[in-house]
């Protein structure tokens, strides 16, 4: 794992600019750092190395292939890189310099071209490559985005890097606050590809790559891999079996990318919940291991809070070496600060606490750790995709124009006055029973359950009423045609999230949370073989007679007792209320504050502060609404 960062442009001391651009994202790769420049044109790239393959000076980056007419700087690892070595070979016996996947891709590169080298390639990744032969510079990002790369434009010159805070070491960084962007970030808690926080930077998109000639704007971009393509593919060829055949197909696909993202030269281990996903992996990891795996888990003293005691008899029974660590509210609180750094651009999902916090404890261990997620994506374990599918087919019995006249209605009357009119019982039955009524009532105007979906995603329905002058750009839930027309609601719902909210969100959280202490992560639910296997799968074989996730579940309870994984889904929560009007007051209030907001000119100061004071007061819950704010507040104060 490493971090990569570049230019293609005119720069007056390319190896101080690439040093400076390297050194800012060093937690990414602290090992080595390398860096390379030309002059005709002027171009650079910079490196900055976390070894986990081919510890020796043999892996270290830039990299140039053979022939000399390549230059590579790569972030991530390819899983089936022994394979392609070996195809290699068959075609011509190579001389090769060490065992790094590194080295592997850029034979495969010289030998079968870019395009199809990705499509071969399994694994996660962002590349930087330069083309000497045909001046051309080519960005890559993996399938579906575990490895982040921004792009963009500073004073006419491109550049590049894993991380924003690079770029802004490029000279004479003074791109603008993008206000649209911003907008996005209040809605989704994070900002969307291609969208980054600043005017002019971006984000490559996952399964894409770019091609740049020169530091104009005149860009060519194509998709080696898409969701649409594989989920359509999916759907024409669905998987015929039997459920028990579904059950043994998917343990055996999993259980090979388990065993294949085991590789490392380095200690390894997981994360463990104690949930279904990590669970599995935990479980297929351990089964294909002669050792005991290394388990990780933190735990908090409030029940409510707490999964570290299932997790901890989860790994006794698949026979782990487990490491569990309770954490107090104090040592949570601590991480508050960092998280600016460590997000880089605005980041609101609060279970980056404690995604930290776990990524920080095993790298006393290990290097690399093995995560669950994606599982819920791609075997329908949120229950807001049953509970949208019901809501849908009971709303849509009612006309249309009669539910956006009630729609209007209900809105008419503000979040506050509902409180006061549907106070008493229902009140204290239904917390924030106000925001409940507006977001009903959105909900009530859906045109499909695309739109259905946006609304629930939707942290706030509308982000205007909070900023000023920031309008949303448009997201694939507003696009004039739906994608996935051939899926039935459900299906359409998972392939959406695979899109937007996995990449935007969850690989976001877990890249950045484990990197800025030098860990790696990797994701085997991601394995190509196993999202092709989700996307031919029949709906019934994910969720089951209410169900979720059944197909997962049946693997996971051929090593794991049922009754240690079935209860409620609790996800990796903190009590942000409380401590909003606890020990995060003061800190939130400073952040908040009614002249300071008037000054920053972001925010629509009467109305922030509304939902402040009523938050404080305990009159409505609005605190995940203004954990964004602060977290966006938080941000540019560390970024003036």
Known sequence: MCGIAGYLGEVKHPIDCLTKMADAISHRGPDNMGVWSDHNPSIGFAHSRLSILDLSSAGNQPMHSSSGNYVIIFNGEIYNHKSLRSELNLINQRNWLGHSDTETLLAAIEEWG??????????????????????????????LGEKPLYYGWVHGQFVFASELKAIKKFPKFENPIDRNSLALFLRFNSIPSPYSIYEDIYKLEPGQIIEVKTSSKDLKKQSYWTV?????????????????????????????????????????GAFLSGGVDSSTIVALMQSNSNSQVNTFTIGFNSKDFDEAKHAK????????????????????????????????????????????????????????????????????????????????????KTPLFFRRIMSKVFLSIEEEKWSILLGGLLRKRYANIGYKVHKAANVL???????????????????????INGNEYKTVFEEETERFSELNSIEKMMAYDLITYLPTDILTKIDRAAMAVSLETRVPFLDTEVIEFSASLPMEYKIHNGVTKWVLREV?????????????????????????????????????????????????????????????????????????????????????
């Open 114 to 143: 870019l395009k199809k080298t990705l499509v071969k390639a399994k694994g996660m990744f962002a590349i930087a490559l330069w083309d000497k032969l045909n001046k051309k510079l080519s960005l890559v990002r993996d399938r």
């Open 313 to 396: 008899m989860v790994a006794k029974q698949l026979g782990t070496k487990h490491h569990d660590m309770y954490v107090t509210d104090s040592d949570a609180l601590k991480v508050i600060p960092s998280l600016p750094t460590i997000y880089d651009e605005p980041f609101a999902d609060s279970s980056q606490i404690p995604t930290f916090l776990v990524s920080k404890f095993a790298k006393e261990k290990v290097t690399v750790a093995l995560s669950g997620d994606a599982g819920d994506e791609l075997f329908g374990g949120y229950n807001r995709y049953i509970f949208a599918e019901k809501m849908f087919k009971n709303i849509k």
């Open 228 to 268: 649409d393509e594989t989920y359509n593919k999916g759907n024409s060829q669905k998987f015929l079996g039997s459920s028990e055949e579904a059950v043994i197909q998917l343990e055996k696909i999993l259980s090979d990318a388990v065993s294949s993202q085991m590789d490392a030269d380095v200690p390894l």
């Open 445 to 467: 105007s859906s045109l499909s359950t695309r739109d259905l979906h946006f609304k629930l995603i939707s942290q706030i329905q509308n982000p205007s009423d909070w900023l």
């Open 556 to 640: 996971l309870y051929k090593y794991v007792p049922k009754k240690l994984i079935e209860r409620p889904k609790m996800g990796f929560a903190i009590p942000l209320a409380d401590w909003l009007r606890g020990p995060l007051k003061d800190w939130a209030e400073s952040l908040l504050d009614e002249n300071r907001l008037h000054d920053e000119g972001f925010f629509n100061v009467k109305f922030v502060r509304n939902k402040w004071l009523e938050h404080l007061s305990g009159k409505n819950n609005w605190d995940h609404q203004l954990w964004n704010v602060l977290m966006f507040q938080a941000w540019l104060e560390n970024n003036k």
